[in-house]
C-alpha cells in the first residue's frame, strides 16, 4: 500500500508540471512535460511495487519447553487403502504453530520435551498451561488439521502419548478423516505384585469394518487375563490408554484376537518381556482385517 500511494505522488506531481509553461529555456512547454514524465517514470521503475509473498508471511507464536514433561507421538493413521506420515505441530495451526516431528506410518516416537504457547495474550485466563498438539498430512502447509489433542496440565503427569489414527468418514478431497487419543503414562495405578499393565488401544483399526473387536490374551491361554478394572481396583486409572489387562511378569508371545472367535482368529503375535509393575502399550494398526498388526511401546520404567 505504502508503494502504491509514492508511485501516486510521483505521477501527480508530473500532471501538475505539465500544466505549468516553461519559462527563461530553450525548450517549449510540450518538451519540458515529456522530459519531467520520463524522468517520473524512471523514478517509478525504481520503486519496490512487489507484494509479500503469501508463503513467507507465517507469523510462528513462541513456545517453550515444559521442564520435565515429555511427550511421544502414535502415527497409526491411513488414507486411500495405505499408510500415511503425518506431521506434528505444537499449537491450534501450521500458520501460527511450530513443527515437532514427522511421524511415519506405524512407528511410535522417541519422547521429546513438550512445548507449550509462550505468548501470555494466547495463554489461559485462568493461568494454568496447556498441551495443544495438531496433526496435518506430511508436507502440508495450510489448512485444518487432520485431528488435535489439548490438555490442561494440572494433575503431576510427566510422560504424554498421543496417537491417531483413521475414521471410516472422508474429507470433500476423498482422504479419510482421523481421531486422536492422548494417554498418560505416569500417575496411573500400579499393578498388584508380580503383575504388569498391558493395554490394547484399537485407534488404528477403528476404520476397518469390523476390524476393531479385539481382544487380549498370551498366545495359546485364551481369555488368561483379566481385565484390569476387574481386579481390586474397579476404579483404577488406567490413562486412557484403551483396554488395560493385568498380566503375569514375565515372557510372553501376545496376540490380539478378534472377539467372539475363541480366539481363532486374529493379529499375529508380538513378543514381549513384561516387567513386574511395568506397562506395555500395544496399537492395533492396519489397512484391512488381513493386514492387521501391533505397534508395540513399551513405557516401564
Given amino acids: 500500500m505504502t508503494t502504491t500511494r509514492r508511485l501516486l505522488t510521483v505521477l501527480l506531481g508530473v500532471a501538475v508540471l505539465l500544466g505549468v509553461t516553461a519559462c527563461g529555456s530553450g ?11 520520463d524522468s517520473a517514470l524512471d523514478r517509478a521503475g525504481d520503486l519496490d511495487t512487489s507484494l509479500p509473498d503469501p508463503s513467507e508471511s507465517r507469523m510462528e507464536n513462541e513456545f517453550e519447553e515444559v521442564p520435565g514433561v515429555t511427550i511421544q507421538f502414535v502415527n497409526t493413521y491411513a488414507t486411500g487403502g495405505s499408510g500415511a506420515a503425518v506431521d506434528v505441530y505444537w499449537g491450534r495451526s501450521i500458520s501460527t504453530g511450530k513443527l515437532v516431528t514427522t511421524v511415519p506410518y506405524g512407528t511410535v516416537s522417541d519422547p521429546v520435551p513438550l512445548e507449550i504457547e509462550s505468548n501470555p495474550m494466547l495463554g489461559r485466563s485462568d493461568g494454568e498451561d496447556e498441551l495443544v498438539v495438531s496433526f496435518y498430512p506430511e508436507g502440508a502447509t495450510e489448512g485444518q488439521p487432520l485431528g488435535q489433542n489439548t490438555e ?7 510422560r504424554f502419548v498421543s496417537a491417531i489414527g483413521a475414521t471410516d468418514q472422508t474429507g470433500a478431497d476423498g482422504s479419510a478423516g482421523a481421531s486422536t487419543m492422548l494417554g498418560k503414562l505416569d500417575g496411573i495405578a500400579e499393578p498388584p505384585a508380580g503383575q504388569a499393565m498391558v493395554v490394547l488401544n484399537d485407534l488404528g483399526v477403528q476404520a476397518i469394518d469390523g476390524g476393531d473387536f479385539l481382544t ?28 488395560a489387562y493385568a498380566a503375569p511378569a514375565g515372557p510372553t508371545a501376545v496376540v490380539a484376537s478378534d472377539a467372539n472367535t475363541d480366539c481363532a482368529t486374529g493379529l499375529p503375535p508380538v513378543d514381549l518381556d513384561v516387567t513386574d509393575g511395568g506397562l506395555v502399550v500395544l496399537y492395533a494398526y492396519g489397512t484391512t482385517v488381513a493386514d492387521r498388526q501391533l505397534l508395540v511401546l513399551d513405557a516401564s520404567e
Wanted: include cysteine; glycine fraction near 10%; charge should be negative.
Fill in 216 to 243: 487380549l490374551s498370551p498366545e495359546g491361554q485364551c481369555g488368561a487375563w483379566e481385565l484390569f478394572s476387574d481386579l481390586d481396583q474397579a476404579d483404577a486409572d488406567t490413562g486412557n490408554l484403551g483396554t
Fill in 152 to 158: 490442561v496440565l494440572n494433575d503431576g503427569t510427566t
Fill in 27 to 37: 525548450e517549449s512547454s510540450e518538451d519540458e512535460a515529456t522530459r519531467t514524465l
